[in-house]
């Protein structure tokens, strides 16, 4: 069976939180005054008191609102796929299966998380939102969360991918969102930045610390993040809930989950579900692939540190290479951060989730085999999980050994077409951060005890 489809009555109607089942919890969020864990009163500021909930309770199942549910409905379940191309253009044993998260409206599996969050700033008679985005994607989800529901949104766009990725950019205006490069001019973050470098590229954090400032000088405004927080990777795992499902009705099931990583939502989203097993005794690899030019779980130090660049988020302990550390401009804009999700960082820190860092030339010329195999131009982050998939099932060849791999297509790459013009015409080159750059931004993180 090439495409494997649920039908809209078997949509989850509840998340999956794997707090309640981790060995080890990751230690709490840190007020940056006191260095003491954060309550949530500091939390109120800028989230809904319904998210700050889901970012603490360690209960198992958490009930999908039905308002949410009803637009889940319009584009999940997504379909599972078999890759019976990729398996022939490898010549492989191996059953390679991939969760298709591009059938959303906005293109990626953001949607999962920005139609909730919306919802509950919503119930909270928040009027408008501001975030960072990466690659555009999580700005385009919420983009359109925020015109299904109401609200206004204000878009901090790192600056080297509003460059690259204008369509992104209109995407999000298409449905109402104010889009701005970062650094800015809006904020006295970024206004400080951009006197220092008036040419810099930007950052995941920097935009972050646009946001959130945005957020915490605006009454009427909250803060919303695509990635890291525990809520947002609770959201995501309708992602791994369908699979599992769709795996059952093949009689199969997965030796090996593997998903791009930046901050660790689409990662979290299929995965956890199965880290339950893997807790529980099942044999099970989880893979994160990261980019070698952002190498934040090979590289980087299980710290705590703050979560954006100008100090404004609580320390968060996760692998990071630190809040200064500024990646170069490459096409998986999505996967530019310098830290890691908490649950994440704790569970590869604990040995349930592995780590790869790859070379973007490599990630492309995988991305062009899936296409050209499958049929379906992924997004530069996907192609990460599709490059160590494709790896994975060649090992499964030279050992003779039949092996079943499951990835997650967390995003299409039909707005990335710069990107594949970029590699086409070999302009796309390699960047391995230099080590004594990685331990330059180390030493300016945090000294908590």
């Not at 880290?275 to 989880?286: C, E, N, S, T």
Request: net charge negative; proline share 8%; glycine share 8%.
């Amino acid at each position: 069976m090439r495409r494997i489809l649920l039908s809209e009555k078997d949509l989850p109607r509840q998340w999956y939180n794997i707090q309640a089942d981790m060995p080890k919890l990751p230690p709490p969020p840190l007020n940056p005054k006191t260095k003491k864990p954060i309550s949530p009163d500091d939390l109120k500021i800028i989230f809904p008191v319904s998210l700050i909930e889901q970012e603490v309770t360690t209960e198992r199942w958490i009930d999908i609102p039905q308002e949410v549910l009803d637009i889940y409905a319009s584009f999940r379940p997504t379909p599972l796929y078999r890759a019976i191309g990729l398996e022939k253009a490898l010549k492989t044993p191996a059953r390679i299966y991939f969760k298709h998260e591009g059938f959303g409206p906005a293109g990626s599996h953001k949607t999962n998380t920005s139609i909730p969050q919306a919802y509950y700033n919503k119930i909270e008679g928040i009027k408008r939102i501001a975030t960072e985005t990466g690659a555009g994607q999580w700005g385009s989800a919420l983009a359109l969360a925020g015109a299904l529901m109401g609200i206004e949104i204000t878009v901090y766009m790192v600056r080297v991918s509003y460059d690259q990725k204008p369509y992104r950019r209109i995407m999000m205006e298409t449905w109402g969102a104010q889009v701005y490069p970062s650094p800015s001019d809006k904020t006295e973050s970024g206004r400080r930045i951009l006197h220092e470098n008036p040419d810099h590229p930007g950052t995941l954090g920097i935009a972050i610390s646009e946001a959130v400032e945005d957020a915490a000088t605006h009454k009427d405004t909250n803060y919303a993040l695509g990635s890291v927080l525990n809520h947002v990777l609770l959201h995501q795992t309708i992602i791994g809930v369908e699979c599992k499902k769709q795996l059952e009705i093949v009689g199969d099931y997965p030796d090996i989950v593997i998903g791009c990583c930046g901050g660790g939502s689409n990662l979290g989203g299929i995965s956890f579900p199965f880290l339950y097993d893997k807790i529980h005794g099942k044999d099970l690899r989880v893979i994160a692939v990261e980019p070698s030019s952002c190498p934040t779980l090979t590289k980087g130090e299980f710290r705590y540190d703050y979560g954006d660049t100008a100090g404004f988020t609580p320390f968060l302990m996760m692998y990071t290479l630190g809040h200064d550390f500024v990646p170069p401009g490459i096409h998986a804009g999505g996967l530019r951060y310098h830290g890691d999700a908490p649950l994440i960082s704790q569970l590869y820190h604990d040995g349930l989730i592995e780590a790869q860092a790859v070379g973007q030339t490599s990630v492309f010329e995988s991305a062009m085999l899936f296409a050209r195999s499958e049929g379906i131009i992924p997004a530069p982050e996907s192609a990460h999980a599709i490059k160590v998939a494709i790896d994975e099932a060649l090992k499964a060849k030279e050992e003779g050994k039949e092996r079943v791999i499951l990835f997650n297509l967390s995003g299409i790459g039909f707005l990335d077409l710069p990107s594949y013009e970029a590699y086409l015409s070999g302009r796309l080159s390699d960047f391995e951060y230099p080590d004594e750059k990685i331990k330059e931004a180390l030493r300016k993180l945090p000294e908590i005890f």
